[in-house]
């Protein structure tokens, strides 16, 4: 009897292991799979692009279908983030009617602007922070005068040096760093917040952040891949009332305009944004330019801080871009037949 008792809890026991290690498996099908996009407004795009290439061996991304003309995508290592570059529009293709840019006052660059909610540094990794350091002085990057460091890995080495358009970055010293295509990578994005908690709840309830550390006004966020730090103005040394809201509707800034994720299944997503407190500010719809349907479908949401955030979803990827623009392979459009699970029409119906 005994013998028979242990054998079917054993049993009992090795079928509850094998449910709770399928579930596990099973991939959530609301959840992006990739961070995807940090974009940045840029007075010139060409000579930012050149920044990257130049200090960081950035290799420039092959468009799908259609290329969008004003838009640049330069990736510091394989199956990571790219950094995306675009002029302030508007573009060729914007209608000529539209006053959504022409109404819109554009800040000029400067070190001595007001700080502003959103992205307040980019973290670039690299393996030797003293010779990375030696290389960028000597070829003339600038120095900033404050050092932002990672709140919980207080004892990384950190530098923050001026991009273009005065965009903040920070070298992260990491030895044992998967290299990049000249020994770098995007290591974290560093957001500047009213409030740490306010943020991390909307990260963590549309996008399935992971709390990996939090302190009064600091906290550490793994959102898909990538790293994020969210820092209420006192964590940096800023005078809140210093710091300045965000305005897309008056406004435009040289620097991060968006951030934005991938999905491969927009409509899993859309379901989950819909049952939270969180509601679209476009809702993902196909995206057209110049009146010709594109690979993508995409949409807006915004964060408690006002930082434009997109879900994209694009025909036939599901991972990181790894097409390059000088390829002498570089892949057809994807058919016109393959579609989404619901027609473009079809998208941003709401019950």
Same mark, same amino acid.
């Not at 950190?158 to 070298?171: R, V």
């Not at 770098?184 to 709840?201: I, Y």
């Not at 990996?212 to 964590?235: C, G, K, T, Y």
């Not at 940096?236 to 305009?257: F, M, P, T």
């Given at each position: 009897?005994?013998?028979?008792?242990?054998?079917?809890?054993?049993?009992?026991?090795?079928?509850?292991?094998?449910?709770?290690?399928?579930?596990?498996?099973?991939?959530?099908?609301?959840?992006?799979?990739?961070?995807?996009?940090?974009?940045?407004?840029?007075?010139?795009?060409?000579?930012?692009?050149?920044?990257?290439?130049?200090?960081?061996?950035?290799?420039?991304?092959?468009?799908?279908?259609?290329?969008?003309?004003?838009?640049?995508?330069?990736?510091?290592?394989?199956?990571?983030?790219?950094?995306?570059?675009?002029?302030?529009?508007?573009?060729?293709?914007?209608?000529?009617?539209?006053?959504?840019?022409?109404?819109?006052?554009?800040?000029?660059?400067?070190?001595?602007?007001?700080?502003?909610?959103?992205?307040?540094?980019?973290?670039?990794?690299?393996?030797?922070?003293?010779?990375?350091?030696?290389?960028?002085?000597?070829?003339?990057?600038?120095?900033?005068?404050?050092?932002?460091?990672?709140?919980?890995?207080?004892?990384?080495?950190?530098?923050?040096?001026?991009?273009?358009?005065?965009?903040?970055?920070?070298?992260?010293?990491?030895?044992?760093?998967?290299?990049?295509?000249?020994?770098?990578?995007?290591?974290?994005?560093?957001?500047?917040?009213?409030?740490?908690?306010?943020?991390?709840?909307?990260?963590?309830?549309?996008?399935?952040?992971?709390?990996?550390?939090?302190?009064?006004?600091?906290?550490?966020? $793994?959102? !898909?891949?990538? &790293?994020?730090? =969210?820092?209420? #103005?006192?964590? /940096? *040394?800023?005078?809140?009332?210093?710091?300045?809201?965000?305005?897309?509707?008056?406004?435009?800034?040289?620097?991060?305009?968006?951030?934005?994720?991938?999905?491969?299944?927009?409509?899993?997503?859309?379901?989950?944004?819909?049952?939270?407190?969180?509601?679209?500010?476009?809702?993902?719809?196909?995206?057209?330019?110049?009146?010709? $349907?594109? !690979?993508?479908? &995409?949409?807006? =949401?915004?964060? #408690?801080?006002? /930082? *434009?955030?997109?879900?994209?979803?694009?025909?036939?990827?599901?991972?990181?871009?790894?097409?390059?623009?000088?390829?002498?392979?570089?892949?057809?459009?994807?058919?016109?037949?393959?579609?989404?699970?619901?027609?473009?029409?079809?998208?941003?119906?709401?019950?």
């Amino acid at each position: 009897m005994s013998e028979r008792i242990c054998i079917n809890l054993c049993t009992l026991f090795l079928s509850a292991a094998l449910f709770s290690a399928c579930s596990a498996a099973t991939p959530n099908p609301a959840k992006p799979v990739i961070f995807e996009d940090i974009h940045y407004f840029a007075t010139n795009p060409e000579a930012s692009g050149s920044f990257f290439k130049k200090h960081f061996g950035a290799r420039l991304m092959a468009h799908p279908g259609r290329p969008q003309e004003y838009v640049d995508f330069w990736a510091l290592r394989s199956g990571e983030v790219p950094i995306t570059i675009s002029p302030i529009g508007p573009y060729k293709t914007t209608p000529p009617e539209s006053t959504f840019w022409s109404s819109k006052e554009i800040i000029p660059p400067s070190a001595d602007n007001n700080p502003y909610y959103g992205v307040y540094a980019v973290g670039i990794a690299t393996s030797s922070m003293r010779e990375t350091i030696s290389r960028l002085t000597e070829n003339g990057v600038e120095l900033a005068p404050q050092n932002i460091r990672m709140p919980h890995q207080t004892d990384v080495h950190t530098k923050t040096f001026y991009g273009p358009d005065y965009n903040l970055f920070t070298l992260v010293e990491r030895p044992n760093m998967r290299p990049g295509y000249a020994g770098f990578g995007v290591d974290h994005v560093h957001l500047l917040v009213r409030n740490k908690d306010e943020t991390a709840k909307f990260y963590k309830d549309v996008f399935f952040a992971e709390e990996l550390w939090s302190s009064h006004n600091s906290a550490a966020l $793994r959102i !898909v891949d990538m &790293l994020f730090i =969210l820092s209420e #103005p006192e964590a /940096l *040394s800023l005078d809140r009332n210093a710091v300045e809201e965000r305005d897309y509707i008056n406004k435009v800034r040289y620097g991060v305009g968006h951030i934005g994720w991938l999905s491969t299944n927009m409509q899993a997503f859309i379901d989950h944004v819909d049952s939270t407190n969180y509601e679209f500010g476009v809702r993902p719809t196909r995206f057209y330019l110049g009146g010709e $349907r594109t !690979v993508y479908t &995409l949409g807006l =949401l915004l964060t #408690p801080n006002v /930082l *434009s955030t997109e879900i994209l979803q694009e025909d036939g990827r599901q991972s990181a871009r790894t097409v390059f623009s000088d390829s002498s392979d570089l892949p057809p459009a994807p058919s016109p037949g393959l579609q989404y699970q619901l027609t473009p029409e079809e998208y941003g119906a709401k019950e």
